[in-house]
């Protein structure tokens, strides 16, 4: 019983989210799971195998004296591929890469130039 409420209380808030998608004819798939939030993703994580997971940079325990939230802050450390944390909704403005050298900024690189390409934004 207490399983459904939640599940029913998760489909609340993505509603919006599923209209939207529905309208761009993008495919969604829902699991769910119990317990912490970043284990649950972890977990999701390892068994999908993505290339890519995005994540609001807060969830429900939002607190203007933080930069990031503690879910995202640990899957963003212990996640197996590129993490992205949105912050708020995507400006006008341009994307911007950091480069050091290193093969992980040089993927950084590679993987921002296909960005901006997808959103038509400067680099």
Not at 17 to 33: G, P, S
Not at 44 to 70: H, Y
Not at 86 to 109: Q, W, Y
């Amino acid at each position: 019983m207490i399983y459904d409420g939640f599940k029913a209380l998760s489909k609340g808030y993505i509603e919006d989210f599923e209209r939207r998608a529905e309208e761009k004819k993008i495919e969604l798939e829902h699991v769910y799971r119990e317990g912490k939030n970043y284990l649950g993703i972890l977990e999701i994580l390892k068994e999908t195998q993505p290339g890519l997971v995005i994540l609001g940079a807060w969830g429900l325990g939002f607190s203007s004296e933080r930069i990031i939230g503690s879910t995202a802050v640990r899957v963003l450390r212990m996640a197996g591929c590129d993490v992205l944390i949105a912050r708020r909704k995507m400006s006008t403005g341009s994307i911007l890469v950091g480069l050091d050298g290193s093969g992980e900024a040089l993927n950084a690189l590679n993987k921002s130039v296909s960005w901006a390409k997808a959103l038509n934004k400067s680099l």
